[in-house]
């Protein structure tokens, strides 16, 4: 059991941060979002109102690093669902596929450079997902399609004092549609590339003028991209059912109340990873070779019974034979209560999330057993926030005091065949955690406002090891013997050219890896923030800011051998100085945000290979800073160009001696899934048709440089920079009821890596990767009544 108690705040980084921003010509970050003044009448901009501090303000009045999106904003620019946000958000980091997770849905996001890539649910996010205020724990599952959606709102940097633990690299916060006052709603039809065929509607049905309903549903059909050559499979493919109810309910002017229940599920035939590369020579692919009768084990010899680089079969196909699979079904229900007392409003947000998930997976796509995997996984979460607000001082004092309750249950059944026996993984988890947090904003003068906040969090942290060996389970530990100039196993008595370890110990099935019981973790934190906003004018604002936040520690579920008893690591800290503005120029034809951070990142959670498992260590420090700089132009009513620029430079200041003897990571090594730049950018143009309506012209780019996806900086499953084209054409009609989308994503074919994972320099030999989809078409069709 370990305690950590950490209460550090000082400002000594604001002078560094201040600095750093020398260059105050590029002072860059908050995001922009741009809206329509009226629909089929040109472009404008508007105020847009946000909930990032937890009460509903102007975008450009709140003093942070925010990026908000209708979503008519999105679908225009083609992001249909939550991965999709990188293509419009510089230095934001989103894939659907944790490569060792063979689930569709099992969300990677960073953002400034922190993140996390594992999907166990004895690991924690980085980045904090919520739906309509309430947090979703898991990472499988955070993959999200985007219906029934008002808004979504990017916040970068530490959230630990509103939002807490595990938004050590910011929040994404969604906001699904209230029931509204009038009857009508929706109906969308989309047919596209890949037999793709997407039907979505939504209806309002007010009950009385207090008591209004709202009901959605939709259906998402397309074909996989990638073909699985031995049984004719498509992966990658879409087949997914969503439904959504909402009661908006007012029983008197002060109190008003709003219950949802969603449910969702998917059943698609396989993560479209395929085969990377195979270290021939390695143990795994060696043993195999042999036993499949290989003539020459540990070489390219284009023979069918030697496992080598032979199966590579490109981005789009795969030689597995291991079924796959990426199934999910999910449910969950809120209720949030508002109560405005006069002098003060109480919030209450109590939240229940019920998901089943199953994913298996061929990490080596070949038809050899050198390594699969399949997750047969629950989770559950109950929630309880409570909010007190007010004004004092004659309005001069904002303040805000809450109540945070979490609990969590989930079981990890892992399956795991590899060259050397079966076994399993994983075991049950169980989590909770409580917060009392408080902020205040002080208005010194009209112009000066001080926000101080601060947040205390207790967790305890529980994991019950269920694992061991399911089969006779060889697990290779040591050298091998030498036999001319080949090399013995000493299990099966095979030669091979070589076997970087041989040796091996033999684990009887039904052995378990751990002692039965369960293990526990307790941890406290503080984490305060303090912001500092000076408005200029009534067209410009800019601000300085300290916050804190730390991400959870948890247990290494993902063990490979028998062992004295289940590792745990810390939690990881990040403080983050920043300085932003935010303007509205030209007449406020232009709005144009940005902010420069700095980043003290320690206690990092590295995921290194041990043996072949990935494991998660405490073992470094590292300083990250950058820039985004973002706007929306509209130089006349019919032309707008958005776009974004972000840079991210993580450095490691400190590693772990165990670490650096490993080999595989130098303090020279870049931070995965950071890319040093990010960029975007999309022109629209609208026509007027008069009687016939508007036609409206759009193309999008978005750019992202090079970037590694594992801490080793394997360069065979890294991406090189890249950029995405997309263009559209919407017409709408003059009452604004219907709208015509044709649609062209990823317009010059571009073909590139979303996701990697790599076991090259360990015995398992393997490597494998997933690319975007190829050029797609689309054509969607909504008509509002």
């Not at 684990?507 to 303090?530: I, K, R, S």
């Not at 500092?532 to 993902?558: H, V």
Request: hydrophobic residues 35%; contains cysteine; glycine residues 8%.
């Amino acid at each position: 059991m370990n305690k950590h108690l950490r209460t550090p705040f000082a400002l000594k980084g604001v002078a560094k941060a201040f600095a750093y921003s020398s260059a105050a010509a590029i002072l860059a970050t908050p995001i922009t979002s741009f809206a329509e003044t009226a629909k089929g009448k040109g472009f404008g901009i508007e105020e847009v109102v946000v909930t990032a501090r937890k009460r509903e303000e102007n975008l450009q009045d709140t003093p942070l690093s925010v990026a908000a999106f209708t979503a008519n904003d999105m679908k225009v620019r083609q992001i249909h669902s939550s991965d999709q946000l990188s293509q419009i958000t510089p230095n934001l980091q989103f894939s659907s596929q944790a490569p060792s997770s063979g689930s569709n849905a099992s969300s990677q996001i960073f953002i400034r450079g922190i993140g996390q890539t594992e999907f166990l649910p004895s690991t924690d996010p980085g980045v904090g997902l919520y739906i309509d205020g309430v947090y979703l724990a898991r990472s499988v599952g955070g993959t999200l399609d985007f219906a029934d959606i008002e808004r979504i709102e990017v916040l970068r940097g530490p959230q630990g004092t509103l939002f807490g633990r595990n938004t050590i690299g910011g929040a994404i916060n969604i906001h699904t549609k209230k029931p509204s006052e009038e009857f009508g709603g929706e109906v969308e039809v989309k047919v596209g590339s890949d037999s793709q065929l997407e039907v979505m509607a939504d209806i309002n049905l007010p009950i009385s003028e207090n008591l209004l309903t709202k009901f959605s549903i939709g259906k998402r059909d397309r074909d996989g991209y990638v073909k699985r050559l031995v049984d004719g499979d498509d992966l990658g493919d879409d087949d997914t059912f969503g439904a959504r109810a909402a009661i908006l309910w007012t029983p008197t002017d002060d109190v008003q109340v709003f219950w949802s229940a969603d449910y969702n599920k998917e059943e698609e035939n396989g993560s479209p990873q395929v085969f990377n590369s195979i270290s021939s020579g390695n143990l795994f692919a060696s043993v195999s070779s042999a036993r499949a009768g290989c003539p020459a084990p540990g070489t390219e010899l284009a023979d069918p019974r030697c496992a080598n680089n032979q199966w590579n079969a490109g981005p789009f196909a795969s030689n597995g034979t291991f079924p796959v699979a990426s199934e999910l079904e999910g449910w969950g229900t809120q209720l949030t209560i508002d109560w405005d007392l006069d002098w003060m409003t109480v919030k209450s947000i109590t939240a229940y999330r019920d998901m089943d998930w199953f994913a298996s997976r061929d990490a080596d796509n070949t038809p050899f057993t050198i390594l699969h995997t399949q997750n047969d996984d629950t989770a559950d979460q109950l929630s309880q926030e409570i909010q007190f607000a007010g004004t004092a001082m004659e309005d001069k004092l904002n303040w805000l005091v809450g109540l945070y309750y979490f609990e969590e249950e989930a079981t990890d059944d892992y399956y795991v065949p590899i060259t050397f026996g079966d076994f399993k993984t994983g075991g049950d988890v169980d989590n909770d955690t409580s917060a009392l947090f408080a902020q205040v904003t002080y208005d010194a003068t009209d112009a000066l406002s001080i926000t101080f906040g601060i947040r205390y969090s207790e967790e305890t942290k529980r994991f019950t090891p269920d694992q061991g060996a399911l089969t006779t389970y060889v697990f290779p530990v040591g050298p091998s013997e030498k036999v001319g100039d080949m090399y013995l196993h000493p299990v099966t008595g095979e030669l091979f050219p070589t076997i970087p370890s041989g040796t091996a110990a033999i684990v009887p099935a039904g052995t378990p890896f751990y002692p039965a019981g369960e293990v526990e973790t307790d941890v406290e934190e503080t984490t305060p923030m303090l912001n500092i906003a000076y408005r200029w004018s009534d067209d410009l604002m800019t601000y300085i800011s300290y916050s804190e936040g730390f991400k959870s520690g948890g247990f290494n579920a993902r063990n490979v051998k028998p062992g004295a008893q289940i590792r745990e690591f810390d939690p990881e800290f990040a403080d983050t100085y920043e300085i932003g503005f935010k303007a509205d120029l030209l007449d406020n034809t232009l709005r144009l945000n940005g902010a420069v951070f700095y980043t003290e990142y320690t206690d990092l959670q590295f995921i290194i290979r041990e043996d072949f498992s990935p494991n998660t260590f405490n073992a470094g420090e590292a300083i990250i800073e950058g820039f985004e700089l973002e706007w929306t132009w509209v130089p006349t009513p019919e032309l707008q160009i958005v776009g974004g620029v972000g840079y991210t430079d993580g450095d490691y200041e400190e590693l772990s001696p165990e670490l650096l003897a490993e080999g595989s990571v130098s303090l020279n090594n870049q931070m995965p899934h950071v890319p040093d730049w990010s960029a975007n950018m999309g022109v629209a143009y609208s026509i007027d048709l008069g009687e016939n309506g508007t036609l409206t012209p759009r193309v999008d780019w978005s750019y992202r440089s090079k970037l590694y996806f594992n801490t080793d900086n394997t360069e065979a499953i890294s991406q090189n920079g890249y950029s995405i084209w997309n263009a559209a054409l919407t017409w709408e009609s003059p009452d604004e009821n219907w709208q015509v989308i044709g649609a062209v994503s990823n317009l010059d074919d571009e073909i590139y890596r979303v996701a990697g994972n790599s076991s090259l320099t360990a015995s398992a030999s393997y490597a494998e990767s997933t690319y975007a989809r190829e050029r797609e078409y689309s054509l969607t069709v909504r008509y509002s009544y």
